[in-house]
């Protein structure tokens, strides 16, 4: 009995230890990937200049990929105004040219990305003798932005899927039930644009996205390049609204406004992707930060006398931030992670113990239920959308690990003569990744409820669990991750990887628009290698491609940014 007794008792201490309930505040090894940055000084005079042609380096990449857009980019088949017209229209047939025009365009953003991160981060596992100002970094995004923004859609063509669910709700069909082909029918003129994959699908999306998609359609009817137009319109929105709550955030975990700006908003994968590509990531990243930033802001109020200990201002904060969560949940379910850990932060500034915790998670809970219920209801929508969220889940994405490890195993088996069984790999490692996945996820919750991790880092850590163990990975889903990690993790542990990925995979996409030959992507990947090349011996000496004095050095006494929230 006594060794039964034991056993348990062991068992007990084991799975305590696992979920981090007994884990001393030091002993948390995803705490190493955050530091407190000290502020320095602005550029002086020498790093301004280098800064003007870095800027205007990353605004020719911008315009150079714009313009290859008329070629490339995922043209309407039908209402293309482009088409057959004298001067634009040949961009179209000369594909090639265009091709490597665009891909020039990128390498440019990007290698303009990574020289501005000289004066935001400064070099490898070092910080910025001079940082560049918050208008500085504020006006070079908006320059980068611009000429995409007005660009037709590159890298995807969601934005057509978009269109023809926001048709079929303005029809009074039901976007959960039908897609486009059912509901608009194989002939009209949104149903052309939608992939034939994505054809027969139902929206995937939560209410307020599809919602606000009817909205347009019944502004802009079957004129789609107006509709979208608009839907970049509620990209940029969501794009704005992550430059506003992202340097807030970071200040709150002592992070530079600055260093958290460059990797989470000004990276390639924002621009090419939430601008260009008119993803409505965009738009959950945002508002799901918005929230974040608005309950941190109740919770780091002053203990009063009133009921939680907060004011009336405070407790408006909460409720609202809440709210904005929940309509991000609204446009795809991923974000409603965040509630999770606004409701441990909230549990713990009301005390030890079970009974926080339930208050704050019936609180929320009771919040995120009310703004559900009221989108459904006034949206006309309903809950369908719960049964058509794992519709992506048919595609095979090399960039998730779980179906990574399928493929891999089943192409190991056919190798050697036992079948393909890809299908029934993917069946074990998937919910092998979801039962990893969901124990990241709570052991992050419980670091933020014991007080080991700040709330934006358990967050931006268990979001990559999320993205990296997901059965479907799209490229952009990286920055569900690498956004809200910007605010919090400052070694290089995790920027060095992060921007890695940003970089590798922003250049190694295609721009949608055309099937291309093989021929055709390896004389423009040459001509990409030369001009860079090129570009880089004629600029060595005024680019700062090799880390100076006062470009980069060890981290640099000074007062830290922020505080803890």
């Known amino acids: 009995m006594a060794v039964v007794e034991g056993a348990w008792r062991r ?3 084991i799975g305590r230890r696992a979920l ?5 505040p030091a002993d948390h090894t995803v705490a190493v990937l955050h530091t407190v940055e000290a502020e320095v000084p602005g550029l002086d005079a020498r790093e301004t200049a280098q800064f003007g042609r870095i800027r205007l380096l990353g605004a020719t990449g911008s315009v150079l990929m714009a313009i290859s857009a008329l070629g490339v980019a995922a043209q309407p088949v039908l209402q293309n105004p482009v088409s057959g017209v004298r001067v634009i229209g040949v961009f179209a047939r000369w594909q090639t040219s265009s091709l490597a025009l665009c891909m020039i365009g990128t390498v440019f953003v990007v290698m303009a990305w990574l020289l501005l991160g000289r004066f935001a981060v400064g070099g490898l596992g070092g910080s910025p003798v001079h940082r560049l100002s918050r208008s500085q970094l504020d006006r070079t995004l908006l320059l980068w932005i611009l000429p995409l923004s007005v660009a037709p859609p590159l890298f995807s063509n969601d934005v057509y899927s978009y269109l023809a669910q926001g048709e079929i709700a303005a029809r009074g069909l039901d976007p959960y039930a039908v897609g486009p082909a059912t509901g608009l029918g194989l002939h009209h003129v949104l149903t052309y644009n939608v992939p034939n994959i994505w ?8 209410p307020l996205f599809v919602w606000m998609g009817r909205g347009i359609a019944h502004l802009t009817g079957d004129n789609i390049i107006v509709g979208v137009w608009v839907h970049r319109l509620l990209a940029l929105a969501g794009v704005a609204l992550i430059v506003w709550a992202l340097p807030r955030l970071s200040r709150r975990c002592g992070v530079a406004p600055v260093s ?3 990797l989470g908003a000004a990276n390639p994968l924002v621009l090419f992707h939430l601008v260009a590509g008119v993803h409505n990531d965009a738009l959950m990243l945002g508002l799901m930060l918005a929230g974040v930033e608005f309950c941190l802001r109740a919770l780091a109020t002053a203990r009063t006398s009133g009921l939680g200990g907060f004011d009336q201002r405070a407790w408006l904060l909460l409720i609202f931030g809440t709210v904005v969560i929940t309509l991000s949940s609204a446009v795809k379910i991923t974000s409603l992670i965040a509630l999770g850990f606004v409701g441990m932060a909230l549990a713990r500034r009301w005390g030890q113990g079970w009974r926080p915790l339930l208050a704050s998670a019936s609180l929320l809970g009771a919040i995120t239920l009310v703004t559900t219920l009221f ?3 006034a949206s006309g929508l309903g809950f369908g959308w719960i049964h058509t969220l794992n519709a992506a889940s048919t595609v095979r994405s090399w960039m998730s690990l779980p179906t990574a490890v399928g493929i891999v195993t089943g192409f190991g088996g056919v190798l050697l003569g036992l079948g393909d069984h890809t299908t029934a790999l993917l069946s074990i490692t998937r919910p092998i990744a979801a039962v990893v996945m969901a124990f990241i996820v709570l052991r992050m919750l419980i670091a933020t409820w014991t007080g080991r991790l700040q709330p934006v880092g358990a967050m931006g850590v268990s979001l990559a669990a999320v993205v990296l163990l997901f059965p479907v990975v799209q490229p ?3 920055l569900w991750a690498i956004v809200p990690l910007a ?3 400052t070694t290089p542990a995790f920027r060095v990887p992060a921007v890695a990925f940003s970089a590798v995979v922003s250049v190694m996409l295609m721009p949608r628009g055309a099937d291309y030959g093989v021929f055709q992507i390896i004389e423009a990947a040459v001509a990409v290698v030369l001009v860079s090349l090129g570009f880089i011996a004629v600029t060595r000496n005024i680019l700062p491609w090799r880390s ?14 922020g505080v803890s929230s």
């Open 487 to 489: 605010a919090w993790a």
């Open 11 to 13: 068992s007990i201490e």
């Open 476 to 478: 952009w889903y990286l």
């Open 260 to 262: 958290a700006l460059w």
């Open 548 to 561: 100076r004095a006062g470009v980069s050095a060890p981290s640099q006494p000074g007062p830290a940014y």
């Open 375 to 377: 989108v459904g209801y």
């Open 199 to 206: 054809r027969d699908t139902p929206a995937p999306y939560g």
């Open 20 to 24: 981090g309930l007994d884990v001393p």
